[in-house]
């Protein structure tokens, strides 16, 4: 990103830990970003009220709230909002928490300790993904039903509505996609998820099938290939 772009873009640091919080304002903020803090769930919240945010760096681990809890309440709140990217910073290295987070609508993770660079970079990803909106090319949207999915924008309309995808949900969408009607291996799909056991590529097909499917215990579009992986099925 440009130092132009970033200086166009809000992003929330939630954490309880003093310096760290300081730490990560002051790198960002050298980077171009505009930043704002919050030392916990309560205080983020208030800050929502009155202002947008184009990315939140959220702690796992923080007195009262939590944030997977924290990031489950927001995503079940929608609005603006709602609809608020979050990386996650977490201590915890455990395959099960990372599941939990996508579960939640994570976007990306990032374990402590960690290069601030690394920061970086993965806050440019999501906010690339997030907002690009390419001009002038062909549409390729995939019909699935009362949904469309936009395989260049990242982008899924149901009904008419927006409806937001994690990035992992769009680089699995995007995944399927490029080989449509035929079945694409579970661990060749988990190369790409936090855990290349496959489990994370399961949680998050249940979550687009809740989101496309009209009936998701039934599944007519994102369908599952027994014995291979999934096979995404438009129209």
């Known amino acids: 990103m440009t130092p132009d772009e970033r200086r166009e873009r809000h992003l929330l640091v939630v954490d ?28 983020a919240d208030k800050l929502f009220e009155s202002l947008d945010f184009d990315l939140m760096i959220l702690d796992v681990m923080m007195p009262g709230e939590d944030g997977m809890a ?3 309440r927001l995503r079940a709140k929608g609005g603006e909002a709602g609809r608020t990217p979050i990386l ?32 970086l970079l993965r806050i440019e990803a999501i906010l690339r993904r997030s907002s690009a909106r390419p001009v002038g090319t062909r549409s390729t949207a995939l019909n699935l039903g009362r949904c469309t ?25 995007r995944r399927l996609a490029r080989s449509a009607h035929e079945p694409v291996d579970r661990l060749e799909l988990a190369r790409d998820t936090a855990d290349a056991t ?21 599944p007519r579009y994102l369908q599952t290939v027994r014995g291979i992986g999934y096979r995404l099925a438009p129209d």
């Open 16 to 43: 309880d830990d003093d310096r760290l919080r300081k730490l990560i304002k002051e790198f960002l903020g050298r980077a171009g970003f505009r930043v704002t803090a919050a030392s916990n769930a309560a205080g």
């Open 70 to 72: 924290f990031t489950k």
């Open 88 to 119: 996650m910073l977490t201590a915890r290295d455990q395959t099960a928490d990372r599941i939990e987070g996508l579960s939640n609508g994570v976007d990306d993770y990032l374990g402590k300790p960690f290069e601030p660079q690394e920061l």
């Open 149 to 173: 999915f936009e395989p260049e924008r990242g982008e899924l309309v149901c009904d008419g509505e927006a409806v937001r995808l994690t990035e992992a949900e769009v680089t699995l969408m």
């Open 198 to 218: 496959g489990r994370a590529v399961d949680v998050q097909v249940t979550r687009l099938r809740r989101k496309i499917e009209p009936d998701p215990k039934n």
